[in-house]
């Protein structure tokens, strides 16, 4: 319901047509079980509410989803080209210096053949030396535990995405 008090950005996302606010939701996480969940939810009293649905969603989500989630991020060090979203969460490697950047690219490559996806981290605020040293860290992972840091990290993400919508004037 919306309110005086309900941001203009989630009174918009409330009222939205199913679809397009599908395709919002899409746009902050590529997992359509999670879309769908959140579209079912509507409307949501507040921010809050929103980002309590979106946590309980992530946590339901299967290996299947995970992956369906993932497949909507580019590897760090490579945002997708006209995704602002996507540039703006890795601006820590936009200055990163071309031995960093190769760097990445190895270690990326090597994460995606043991593990079978992307690296996933939300870079938000990180800098390019701490993206690599994370990497550097989680390849040692089993798939099991990296699984769940993945979920972990898709959440972050996921809450700032949402935070954003919420936050949008119209």
Not at 3 to 23: H, K, V
Not at 111 to 129: D, M, N, P, S, W
Request: with cysteine; proline share 6%; charged share 25%.
């Amino acid at each position: 319901m919306t309110s005086t008090s309900t941001p203009p950005g989630l009174a918009r996302f409330n009222n939205l047509p199913a679809d397009a606010a599908r395709s919002a939701l899409l746009e902050a996480c590529a997992a359509t079980a999670w879309a769908d969940r959140l579209l079912a939810a509507r409307p949501y009293a507040g921010p809050d509410d929103l980002y309590a649905a979106g946590d309980a969603a992530m946590a339901e989500l299967t290996a299947a989803d995970l992956a369906e989630a993932m497949a909507g991020h580019p590897p760090i060090g490579r945002p997708k080209p006209g995704d602002p979203a996507s540039a703006r969460e890795q601006r820590g490697m936009a200055g990163a210096s071309e031995e960093l950047k190769a760097e990445m690219l190895e270690l990326n490559l090597a994460y995606q053949e043991k593990f079978g996806h992307v690296f996933l981290i939300c870079a938000t605020g990180r800098t390019g030396e701490q993206m690599r040293d994370a990497v550097r860290e989680r390849i040692g992972n089993s798939p099991e535990q990296e699984r769940e840091i993945v979920r972990a990290e898709l959440g972050r993400i996921n809450r700032i995405r949402l935070a954003r919508l919420v936050e949008e004037d119209a």
